[in-house]
């Protein structure tokens, strides 16, 4: 049987207006030497979003999720 794998997601201040950095890591399995990592640009009203988002999926009410980034964030 495959595991689903191991899903890293940080999230850390970008500067001091209110802007996120977000770090998402994916790998097969914890021992993984190979992951693949995604950085965006969000914000603090895109992460609550994605924050409730995640724990409907978590409750298996939907099963897919988006954090949208904010494009208009030059960082």
């Known amino acids: 049987m495959k595991t689903?794998?191991?899903?890293?997601?940080?999230?850390?201040?970008?500067?001091g207006?209110?802007?996120?950095s977000?770090?998402?890591?994916?790998?097969?399995?914890?021992?993984?030497?190979d992951l693949a990592r995604v950085?965006?640009?969000t914000d603090y009203s895109?992460?609550?979003?994605?924050a409730d988002q995640l724990s409907l999926m978590a409750k298996?009410?939907?099963t897919e999720i988006i954090l949208e980034e904010d494009k208009t964030f030059g960082g």
């Open 4 to 15: 689903p794998g191991v899903i890293a997601i940080a999230v850390f201040p970008a500067d």
């Open 17 to 20: 207006v209110g802007h996120l």
């Open 22 to 33: 977000v770090q998402v890591d994916v790998a097969e399995s914890i021992e993984a030497r």
């Open 39 to 41: 950085r965006l640009r």
């Open 46 to 50: 895109r992460i609550t979003r994605f």
């Open 60 to 62: 298996g009410e939907i």
